[in-house]
């Protein structure tokens, strides 16, 4: 009797220390491991499989990641006069819902620096955290110059290729277009007609 | 200020060369030295301008790529009037293809040491704006005055319980124990004062364990609240088991949601900009950090007293970066060739492998905003996990959030729903976010 008694209180004791644990710099316990770290790579994990010890590789040479946009343009000088005439928004990016899915992107990854309307007065710039940027309306832009920028970075700004798909990008430089008062029109209809050729478009992909 | 020595500067010059065979050399040293001091001065001011405006047309039209004291895109332009003259500059302001184009030596050999790249002509700029551009570079910023509103990471929590708690608990404890022999004492007295033994405390502790082992009533309900107790303990410490709820590891860098997502106000998107595709959030990968780093180098981070917190330095955090990432903080240039290495951060967020979770389904198709699960990161200077991430709170979750209807593609489906349910409210449980196979296979 006494000797259980003694039991209990021990293991009392055991578990209020245990569950003590006040270091929140470690992890803590689990029930059963194997449930918890499978044998499958996880995206960002430790691996001895590759020469670089990591789960998250690059594609392998001469390939590209599926949903992968090739672009052709160079990122130098003249890579950017080109890209600045000759690349062109493609009319499925000109109607009301890529300008609106834009803004949306913009107020993400662009509004910070080039303020909300564009004026180069963001928060970043206005506590001066950054150095002042240049209104969009101040320099002399096209859509394709707009993209070029985006995927490759100009000046101080650093290349967003990487946190933007193409249809992302496309859908920031209709918005960009739209905060500078530019007109944008499709190939062969003006500027009125292309929401309408939008529709179409997407009427046709519901049908297909 | 309009000050034109060069004039009186020529008299002197040459006044003086023919003084100067008949001193001696030291002094001719000396002499020359502020002669030249001073033709360099003069050239330099050889126009008006007005400051307060230069500064205002330098932050709108030429501090995106220069500074005064630092090259960053372009030169340092501090010191350009002491390198150029004023009609070249005007010339090279506003249209430096034009001047390049002209065959000017000065123009292409600046156009070739920056790669290239062309400077963004400024047709508009009048002959005076440049001027006030120039007289700008050479005032400079008034003395700084450090910057508001930038305190640093401090990295280290907050501590909650005030320091005189402890001490406090002690005294309290040792003024019990006082109390007790006390009156242990005194029973002593007493009986001793009726003629009786003293008792030791020995003896007072076995007449009490005696007293309390013959109560059998007693000793059911103590044994049954140590029981109770014991079991309740037992249960929460192993529903804890696996919940890493204030989890908080050491990161590599000390990295500062507080400053970045809070003062800075970037959007989480920006950085995690998997969130919105993938599965996983996406850790920002080097190249992201150094969109802003490649001008933000932490030397200009002021601690709380408002002093500069690195003497003017670069952050060493910030030098992390650079070093995984292989920036050459001098030429303002990535390396070639440079080995880059991979950041080890420590995942704060861990989900058993037995469950399934993806953050573009919430974020893009639910629309649930980060701080919903993540608490609030832009207060936190190190990320703790803030939800504890159990089933049941996953669960509570999908019974009480209201799905989308805006697709009029499921107008019927959700129609069905609500007939079936005999409810309007259509939560993430009715359209299958309960069931097992969602989240576990």
């Known amino acids: ?208 | 200020m309009p000050l034109n020595f060069k004039f009186a500067t020529l008299i002197s010059v040459t006044t003086h060369l023919r003084f100067m065979l008949r001193i001696q050399f030291k002094r001719f040293f000396t002499f020359l030295i502020l002669v030249l001091a001073l033709g360099f001065h003069t050239s330099a001011l050889a126009f008006e301008g007005d400051a307060a405006n230069g500064k205002k047309l330098f932050k709108a039209n030429c501090a995106a790529c220069h500074k005064l004291d630092k090259k960053l895109i372009g030169p340092a332009l501090g010191d350009m009037t002491e390198r150029r003259s004023a009609e070249w500059l005007v010339a090279w302001i506003r249209d430096n293809g034009a001047l390049r184009a002209s065959g000017d030596a000065d123009a292409q050999a600046v156009f070739d040491e920056y790669n290239g790249m062309p400077m963004t002509a400024f047709p508009a700029l009048s002959d005076q704006d440049i001027y006030d551009i120039l007289q700008y570079s050479i005032e400079g910023d008034a003395p700084a005055v450090p910057q508001g509103g930038t305190p640093t990471p401090t990295g280290e929590p907050v501590a909650t319980t005030p320091d005189y708690v402890l001490p406090m608990l002690f005294v309290l404890g040792a003024v019990f124990v006082l109390l007790l022999i006390l009156l242990i004492k005194m029973k002593n007295t007493l009986r001793v004062v009726q003629g009786k033994d003293a008792e030791s405390i020995g003896d007072e502790i076995s007449a009490f364990r005696k007293g309390l082992v013959a109560n059998k009533f007693l000793m059911t309900i103590g044994t049954l609240a140590v029981g109770i107790f014991v079991l309740y303990f037992a249960y929460w410490w192993l529903m804890g088991i696996g919940v890493e709820k204030d989890y908080q590891p050491v990161q590599p860098i000390a990295f500062s949601h507080k400053v970045h997502a809070g003062q800075n106000k970037i959007d989480c998107n920006y950085c995690h900009s998997s969130a919105r595709h993938s599965k996983t959030s996406g850790i920002p990968s080097t190249n992201v950090c150094m969109n802003c780093h490649k001008y933000v180098d932490g030397s200009e981070i002021v601690d709380e007293s408002g002093q500069l917190k690195y003497g003017g330095d670069r952050s060493p955090e910030i030098a992390k970066i650079y070093a995984a990432i292989g920036w050459d903080v001098d030429k303002l240039a990535y390396i070639e060739g440079y080995e880059q290495k991979a950041v080890q951060w420590v995942r704060v967020h861990n989900l058993p492998d037995l469950v399934y979770f993806n953050h573009a389904q919430h974020v893009t198709a639910g629309g649930v905003d980060c701080e919903t699960c993540h608490g609030p990161v832009s207060e936190m200077d190190v990320l703790k996990q803030y939800s504890d991430l159990t089933m049941g709170w996953c669960v509570e979750c999908h019974r009480e959030t209201e799905v989308n209807t805006d697709n009029g593609y499921y107008d019927g489906y959700h129609e069905n729903i609500k007939e079936k349910y005999h409810t309007d409210k259509i939560t993430v449980d009715k359209i299958g976010g309960l069931e097992c196979g969602k989240c576990h296979y």
């Open chain 1, 1 to 208: 009797m006494k000797n259980i008694s003694q039991y209990i209180s021990l293991f009392a004791l055991a578990i209020g220390v245990l569950a003590c644990n006040t270091d929140k710099t470690t992890p803590g316990y689990t029930f059963m491991d194997d449930m918890y770290v499978g044998p499958a790579l996880e995206t960002y994990s430790q691996t001895d499989e590759f020469g670089n010890n990591m789960a998250a590789q690059k594609p392998v040479e001469g390939t590209v990641p599926r949903n992968y946009t090739v672009y052709e343009f160079e990122n130098t000088t003249e890579g950017y006069d080109l890209a600045k005439v000759e690349l062109q928004m493609p009319d499925e990016f000109k109607g009301e819902e890529s300008l609106k899915e834009g803004k949306e992107l913009y107020g993400i990854f662009c509004s910070n620096c080039h303020g909300d309307k564009g004026d180069g007065q963001g928060h970043l710039v206005k506590i001066e955290k950054f150095p002042p940027v240049p209104g969009y309306d101040t320099r002399d832009l096209t859509a394709g110059s707009i993209y070029h920028v985006i995927m490759y970075g100009r000046g101080l700004m650093g290349s967003h290729a990487s946190q933007l798909n193409n249809e992302e990008r496309w859908k920031i430089v209709r918005y960009v277009q739209e905060l500078r008062g530019d007109k944008v029109t499709t190939a062969n209809a003006t500027d009125t007609e292309v929401s309408e050729v939008v529709a179409e478009e997407e009427a046709k992909d519901q049908q297909s």
